[in-house]
């Protein structure tokens, strides 16, 4: 199969671009390069690659592709107040211009990388997929809207599928440290402390990063009646946590580091927990590689062999926000 991967340098994108080469698949990356500089670790190359603006893309250059995976976003909430005119454009406006191009030049199928985000505060704690959405930022309410406008799209011919994504943590060779998980690990590893912003209280549901790359995967050639046109969130029922808790199998890790509440986040506005039965019940095959445990034991083996240190603690390459500030110019049509 060929496959045409947007965002296939990002934190996600390259694990993704690994499991589908290690399928057999053939490979198109397409991402701007936002990050370049920014790697943790060795990546797999896809078997083309167009470093540019997706937005940029013209019918052609997606004609004879099976499947287009959609992950090319500003990918960060905070991004979103910094910017919010940006985030609609290139999430909102240029993920719908893409989904045209697409059906446009015959690609049956478009699966596109949203976030459990769009629950947002929930009006109750454990949400599925026909809950009421309540975004409560430009990145959500962009994530909610490419849905909206995406189903009109659909057909027997244009198959739009939506990736409600958990929030990601683990390893991946484009590491970001700015999601909860990875950053109270690399804090641990840096300053010896486990600092959490609110009380510990609020809930998230956490997906390793890899498994976000294989719900691909299994979506891509999973029965396209059952998930065509379709919001699936990706993760696992057993995989809600609060923020304590995560502090807490940190720190059994290592005993040494205190966990701290700073309490500096006031009281959190992205507090649900996410059920997973929908993902089971159309994509039986599919299930998680990795518990948070696991996920979390991976990463620390990551940062003891790297050192990971104060310096990469407060180095920019790791988190987006800090990147993206000064990378504004690329993002001009
Ligand atoms: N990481 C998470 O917790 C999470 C959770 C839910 C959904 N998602 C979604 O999954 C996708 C990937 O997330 P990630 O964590 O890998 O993000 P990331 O920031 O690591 O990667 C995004 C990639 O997109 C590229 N990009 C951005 N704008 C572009 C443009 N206009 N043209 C071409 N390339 C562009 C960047 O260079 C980057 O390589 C995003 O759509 C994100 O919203 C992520």
């Not at 993704?16 to 399928?23: G, I």
């Amino acid at each position: 199969m060929k496959y045409f991967v947007t965002g296939h340098l990002g934190y996600i994108g390259v694990h993704l671009v690994r499991q589908l080469k290690e399928a057999g698949h053939q490979v198109t990356g397409c991402d701007l390069n936002l990050f370049d500089g920014c790697a943790f670790d060795n990546i797999v190359k896809p078997d083309k690659e167009i470093l540019g603006d997706f937005r940029k893309l013209k019918a052609d250059d997606l004609k004879g592709y099976d499947c287009v995976m959609h992950l090319a976003a500003i990918s960060n909430d905070p991004m979103g107040d910094l910017n919010e005119q940006l985030t609609y454009d290139i999430n909102l406006d240029g993920s719908v211009q893409l989904a045209k191009l697409a059906k446009q030049a015959g690609v049956p199928k478009f699966l596109f990388s949203g976030s459990c985000s769009v629950y947002g505060k929930g009006a109750k704690l454990d949400l599925a997929e026909g809950d009421a959405l309540n975004p409560v930022s430009a990145y959500a309410v962009s994530k909610v809207r490419v849905e909206e406008e995406l189903s009109k799209l659909a057909d027997a011919n244009f198959i739009p599928v939506y990736l409600r994504n958990a929030t990601a943590y683990g390893y991946s060779p484009m590491l970001r440290i700015d999601l909860v998980v990875n950053n109270l690990l690399a804090c641990a590893h840096a300053r010896g402390d486990i600092r959490i912003m609110s009380d510990g209280s609020p809930w998230r549901p956490l997906v390793h990063c890899s498994d976000i790359a294989k719900a691909f995967v299994y979506i891509a050639k999973a029965d396209e009646k059952k998930v065509a046109n379709r919001a699936i969130n990706i993760g696992g029922n057993a995989e809600n946590y609060q923020v304590k808790e995560i502090g807490d199998m940190i720190q059994q890790l290592m005993p040494d580091c205190s966990i701290v509440y700073t309490g500096e986040a006031g009281a959190d506005p992205r507090d649900y927990r996410v059920k997973f039965d929908l993902l089971t019940e159309l994509v039986p095959e599919f299930s998680l590689d990795y518990t948070l445990k696991a996920g979390i034991e991976e990463l620390h083996r990551h940062f003891l062999k790297q050192r990971f240190s104060l310096d990469d603690f407060n180095a920019d390459k790791y988190v987006r926000l800090r990147v993206l500030k000064h990378k504004l110019n690329l993002l001009a049509l």
